[in-house]
């Protein structure tokens, strides 16, 4: 994807996709890339310099400036399966952490990991966490099922927001109960945990989703003006009714 017309006064123009064999002259695969340490060769993501390499015009996905359009168009479903195969990784988390409760190997202070308080909260916390977050997508693949993946768009960004968050937080609590093993590559927990720290980041990352949200949420502000200036109406025609003297909340309650 590249600049094609930076001139465009729609800005939403300017960008093409063009496919480019890797084996065009004029590129060079400066190294691989590791995410947070683990190797994702040679499917995963390389460091490339382009240098004036030429494709054939046929090589343009969908036509010129359309390449936005190409792009949101694979983020949403791309997002929410990230999000699925995150719940996915936090249910077998949850299984390695529910067996080491009850591994009889395993017995600091006399006790089994699963019969510390901290740990059985912690499991229940787990629990709920996975279940509300399987809810949350589940409406995300709903609405976009239904109603198309820009209705779904809200829907989409709330699971993305949530989910990776959740899953490093459950498979972390994970990590603790397995203790120094769950920190190795004894357990899959650590790269589990990575790869739910990367979808963080991955086709977007949760603060710009964060800040979509929240400058969509502040759109509805001044329909609650309103609905608050109805609330006060109220509480002056019960205050009148029955004969008391209604005080005024300042700041909170608009003239009416
Ligand atoms: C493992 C991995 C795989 C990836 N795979 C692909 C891929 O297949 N295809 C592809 O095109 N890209 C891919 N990416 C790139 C990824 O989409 C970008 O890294 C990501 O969108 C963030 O862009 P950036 O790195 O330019 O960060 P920046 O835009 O520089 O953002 C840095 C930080 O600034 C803040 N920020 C930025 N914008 C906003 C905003 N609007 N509102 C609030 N805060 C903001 C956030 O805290 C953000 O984390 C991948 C990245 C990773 C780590």
């Known amino acids: 994807m ?22 065009a002259p004029g590129i060079t695969q400066v190294r691989n890339l590791t995410i947070m340490g683990y190797d994702h060769a040679p499917e995963g993501h390389g460091e490339y310099l382009y240098e004036n390499v030429r494709v054939p015009i046929e090589n343009m996905i969908l036509g010129e400036g359309r390449a936005f359009e190409i792009a949101q168009g694979r983020l949403g479903p791309g997002r929410i399966h ?7 990784q936090c249910e077998r988390a949850y299984e390695l952490a529910l067996i080491r409760c009850i591994d009889k190997r395993k017995t600091p202070r006399g006790k089994l990991i699963g019969q510390f308080d901290s740990n059985i909260e912690r499991i229940a916390q787990m629990r709920l966490e996975i279940d509300q977050a399987r809810l949350v997508v589940l409406n995300a693949a709903d609405t976009m099922d239904v109603h198309g993946n820009k209705a779904g768009r809200y829907a989409i ?4 927001i949530l989910i990776p968050n959740m899953a490093t937080r459950v498979i972390d609590g994970c990590m603790q109960m397995y203790g ?16 739910a720290r990367f979808v963080r980041i991955a086709d977007g990352p949760d603060s710009a989703h964060r800040h979509q949200v929240g400058r969509d949420e502040l759109k509805a502000a001044e329909a ?9 109406r109220k509480y002056l025609r019960l205050a009148e009714d029955m004969g008391g003297k209604a005080e005024t909340f300042w700041g909170i309650t608009p003239d009416v």
């Open 224 to 232: 609650f003006v309103e609905r608050n200036k109805e609330y006060r």
């Open 82 to 88: 990230h999000c699925m195969r995150l719940i996915g």
């Open 180 to 195: 120094g093993q769950g920190l190795t590559q004894h357990t899959p927990l650590p790269e589990m945990w990575t790869y």
């Open 2 to 23: 590249g600049c094609s017309d930076p001139d465009n006064s729609n800005k939403w123009a300017r960008h093409s996709m063009v496919i480019v064999p890797t084996n």
């Open 157 to 160: 960004a709330q699971s993305k």
